[in-house]
């Protein structure tokens, strides 16, 4: 049995490993952080050319099953699996792992895009950490307020005008997201609903302080695509 996994996450990388060397498995990554932490099994990266070049990488690896375990935020690899799983007549399963729910003390002011959160800022604060990734900085370029902007690699311009850049890669601690936002002064938090653990200290972290956080909805799964929420029923769809 060959296994498919469009990767690059956490959990990507636990699949690949669960499953290898039992089944094969190759785990495909966009090719988008400079030095990605490679999973067991075959790997490879860069995309594949939109619907037609998945279903021909399908067809051509003979791959039985696709499990699409990309980020949250990838919504274009995650419509473009849906049709080339439907075309290439192989079976597709989402693993995504469940959102962040606020909780008593949480000033979330929730947003269904950037641009919209760029615009949510107005009133809430000066000083942002901005924790969205180095994709879509664009939107913050006329923004009046001071950034942190953190990804794990160098962004580009257009970015915003008053900003520094903290380069570093999670799981991040509570301890140290509430140093970060003592030393830098921050009065407003910006983040997508990435989910999971790694990156979830910095809403404790806000939540404590007083801080408000602006939360990106994530996308829908694509209508009709099944949905594992974790891991382990990830693995045991494979083996079903």
Known sequence: MHVLI?????????LAATLHPVVRVTSSLAGRVASP??????VRVGGFG?????VDWVRAHHVDAVIDATHPFAERISFN???A???????LLALCRPGWVPVEGDDWHPV????????????????????????????FADCPQWFLVRSVDAPEAPMPARSDILLDRGPFTLDGERELLRTHRIDVLVTKDSGG???????????EAGIPVVVVRRPPVP?????????EEAAAWVHG
């Not at 615009?119 to 990734?133: C, K, M, P, Y």
């Open 6 to 14: 469009l990767g690059g996450t956490t959990e990507a990388r636990a």
């Open 37 to 42: 932490r490679l999973p067991a099994g075959e």
């Open 50 to 54: 939109g619907v037609d070049g998945l």
């Open 81 to 83: 699996a849906a049709r």
């Open 85 to 91: 799983a439907a075309t290439a007549h192989v079976p």
């Open 112 to 139: 269904g895009s950037l641009t919209e959160a760029a615009r949510a800022l107005d009133g809430l604060g000066e000083r942002v950490f901005l924790t969205t990734g180095r994709m879509g900085l664009a939107v």
């Open 197 to 207: 653990a790694a990156t979830a200290p910095k809403l404790r972290a806000a939540r």
């Open 223 to 231: 209508e009709g695509v099944r949905v594992a929420a974790t891991v």
